[in-house]
């Protein structure tokens, strides 16, 4: 039996943010076909890892390796990484005046593609993935993330998801800031995108997620570390007790 | 530079080509005539004696130069750069042939091909209504559409408007922006040579713009062009300018006034795509009145040169007029682009808006310099102004010099300024895309630019979309 490989891996991350550490050697394999869930309170350093494992200037991984499909990711500039196969789904999606979502989408797929192939197959696919997730075509028109409302733009997040078709997807609090409706909808983007092919790394305050799109792990996360790690029932119990449950049981570890 | 980002525009095709060789290339040319350097009375005589102008005119010019040697330079703005000016350095007056064509065939091979080139024919027989091409002094080429010819439609260089409608030339030469207006205005008045003559008879919409192109072509050329637009009640016409020259390592002058007239309920829009070389001085006045119920829209694209100064003005006279003006600037290294925007309400029910956008990179420098000026007795005004700066790089700088007099409490006016910096989180997200960081950079260029570049008939779309990823690439950001 060939050992199982996995899609993405890092070791022993280590964050810094204007000179604090704020994440302190996080480690996880995640498979081809999986779903994990990262969770934890606020400041617990999750949107930090998501940012760092991506790229961000502003998040220095001081300490650790991070490696998708055998591709060590920190030796490319986030544009490669984004190439090799990484996605980000943003939090907080930012502004680009001027720059209309069809033709940011258009340059980011086009930038996947071999140079002088047809394009002529994007606008269907565009219009597809957008009824998918609900999105009014007139909105391919508009500004990206102009003007938005906070459910809008999670969605466009998911459009570039399904539009991007990555081989690892990073969505970082990408339930905050919906209504039911929308989670469902934004839930459903993500379930049709996943596959035994693709990994999927949610990173979340809430449960509430956890409804519609299955983890396979759940990680939670707290002060820059994992504490805890279980399977999907675990989220069920962090969403009854709390955080501070946790924090209880850790604390009892470390006298122990 | 990659791919991805000319899918902007599919028609973005012919990067990394530099000015150079684009448009910076220049022809061997035997002159018709060709004076000496420096500027005296004789000159004038010279050229108005060239053109068998009526005396008024050349009494006119003669005029027009004491003015300009009386006048200081100006005290504000570049003054360093605006001294280095050298003008007994610099060639006053060149006929480059004897005439005028209206068949591109006849025109001497070596300028059409600088046409060729710059591909004005082929923008003329695609959407034009008519066109114009001055080279250096004299406008070489000219046609008009038969079926506007028809209507009444004037559309002459402006040596030809004066002879053969003098009496219209006669009546508004000068009387929107006199000679001694400023320091060179009073230049242009005293050497002007070609330029635009547009006359539109009342209640007639010409709905294919009208285009002149300028081109220098010479070393320490002065082109000082001469636009005179009358439009009168009812109609509308777009006029489109655009200006290139070539590289080289010494000055060269652009002065040209422009002056337009939209009367009653008439529409003007005016779009300036220059794109001069570094070496190109570019100093311009240009004015229009506007009476009741007009609109005048200035649509002015500053690219190139090494210091351009122009504040199209507007000057609303009748009740209801509107007047607009919307321009953008791209200050690269070693440029500055002092440009602008003035509006003087002198009647009431009157609005304006104006939007200023600029862009400064490397060291590159961009000012806007705004009037807004509401009379007293201009009642119920509405007055809007944003000024958008976009900064990249650690040296680029940009300048803010708004003015506001408003004599009355009976007006609505909104005002908003703002500076920003290419943000490193917006390069992040734009490249954890797949974007490479200068196609993030010029995407969110282009972005800010949009809402001119959307103003701009396509074919200008594209091309100024293009002129801007020249200057962006090599961008160190």
Known sequence: MTERKPLFEFKNVHVKVDETEVVNGVSLKIYPG??????????????????????????????????????????????????????????????????????????????????????????????????????????????????????????????????????????????????????????????????????????????????????????????????????????????????????????????? | ???????????????????????????????????????????????????????????????????????????????????????????YYMKPIEDQKDNWDDVPEYIKKTFDRLGIPEAEKKFLGGVSAQYESEVVYHSLQKDLEDMGVIFLDMDSGLREYEDIVKQYFGTIIPSNDNKFAALNSAVWSGGTFIYIPPGLDVKAPLQAYFRINAENMGQFERTLIIVDKGSRVHYIEGCTAPVYSTNSLHTAVVEMIALEDSYIRYTTIQNWSRNIYNLVTKRANVYKNATVEWVDGNLGSRLTMKYPCIQLLGEGAKGEILSVAFAGIDQHQDAGAKVIHFASNTSSRITSKSISKDNGRASYRGLVKVHKNAKNCKVSVECDALLIGEDARSDTYPTMEIDNDQVKIEHEARVSKVAEEQLFYLTSRGLSEDEARLLIVNGFMEPFTKELPMEYAVELNRLIELEMEGSIG
């Open chain 1, 34 to 256: 999986e779903t994990h869930a990262i969770m934890g309170p606020n400041g617990s350093g999750k949107s930090s890892l998501a940012n760092a494992l991506m790229g961000n200037p502003s998040y220095t991984i001081t300490k650790g390796e991070v490696y998708l499909d055998g591709e060590n990711m920190l030796e490319m500039e986030p544009d490669k990484r984004s190439l090799a196969g990484l996605f980000l789904a943003f939090q907080y999606p930012l502004p680009i005046p001027g720059v209309t979502v069809a033709n940011f989408l258009r340059s980011a797929v086009k930038a996947r593609r071999a140079k002088d192939d047809d394009m002529s197959d994007f606008r269907k696919t565009l219009k597809a993935e957008m009824d998918g997730l609900s999105i009014d075509h007139p909105f391919a028109a508009r500004y990206l993330n102009d003007g938005f409302s906070g459910g809008e733009k999670k969605r466009i997040e998911i459009l570039q998801l399904a539009m991007l078709k990555p081989k690892m997807a990073l969505l970082d609090e990408t339930d905050s800031g919906l209504d039911i409706d929308a989670l469902k909808i934004v839930a459903q983007g993500i379930n049709r995108f996943h596959s035994d092919k693709n990994g999927i790394l949610l990173i979340t305050h809430y449960q509430r997620m956890l409804n519609y799109v299955k983890p396979d792990f759940v990680h939670v996360m707290m002060r820059g570390k994992f504490v805890k790690e279980g399977g999907p029932g675990l989220a069920m119990e962090l969403e009854e007790k709390g955080y501070e449950w946790v924090e209880q049981e850790t604390a009892q570890k470390v006298e122990v």
């Open chain 2, 1 to 91: 530079m990659s791919e991805q980002v000319r899918t902007q525009n599919e028609e973005l095709n012919l990067i990394g080509q530099d000015y150079e060789s684009r448009y910076g290339f220049h022809d061997p040319v035997e002159y018709f005539h060709k004076g000496a350097k420096g500027i005296n009375h004789e000159v004038v005589e010279m050229i108005s004696k060239m053109k068998k102008e009526p005396r008024w005119m050349t009494e006119r010019r003669h005029e027009a130069l004491d003015i300009f040697f009386e006048k200081p330079m100006p005290r504000w703005g570049n003054t360093k750069l605006l001294n280095e000016i050298d003008f007994d350095n610099i060639y």
